[in-house]
């Protein structure tokens, strides 16, 4: 079924096949799709006026809607950083963070799949996981220099 008789079956619903088609900051289509695509898609199909709403002011809303939903679904590790990236973690977690995203935003279910509610998931969780990693460097970092100057300081005595 090509994308265009699937838009026509079902008006108001915004296929997998326009994910990474619109939003690129750099005006090239991509397969990674960002907040800025999806706005530009609830506007393109109409998707309601909350949907306008909620993409146009209350996007930090959104945003911490979706810290709340990793923090309380997502592997965690002790200092509230996800576990594993997006793609690694769990598939009945990540079914539950989506449904709960949708459930708070019900115009989301208008995307096939739900990936708008991925992608706002997906990017939260991956930098945070990023975040993660550089910590661990920088504090392995400063360890092996304190280390250093300690044996440094004892050679000295």
């Known amino acids: 079924m090509s994308s265009k008789s699937f838009k026509a079956s079902r008006p108001g ?31 393109m199909w109409k998707l309601g006026d909350q949907a306008v709403h909620d993409m146009d002011s209350n996007i930090l809303i959104i945003q911490a809607k979706v810290r709340t939903v990793v923090s309380t679904l997502a592997s965690i590790d002790d200092e509230g950083y996800p576990i594993y990236t ?4 769990e598939e009945r977690k990540k079914v539950s963070m989506v449904d709960a995203l949708v459930e708070k935003y ?8 739900s990936w ?18 550089k910590r661990a460097k920088e ?10 100057m300690s044996a440094y300081s004892v050679y000295l005595l």
């Open 106 to 113: 019900p115009w989301m279910a208008k995307f096939e799949r």
């Open 139 to 148: 504090s392995a970092h400063i360890t092996t220099r304190t280390d250093g």
């Open 13 to 43: 619903f915004v296929s997998l096949s326009e994910r990474g088609q619109y939003g690129a900051e750099d005006g090239k289509k991509g397969r990674h799709s960002s907040p800025n695509e999806i706005k530009q898609l609830v506007n």
């Open 86 to 89: 997006w793609a690694k973690e």
């Open 116 to 133: 708008a509610a991925e992608v706002f998931l997906s990017l939260h969780i991956n930098r945070k996981n990023t975040q993660r990693r």
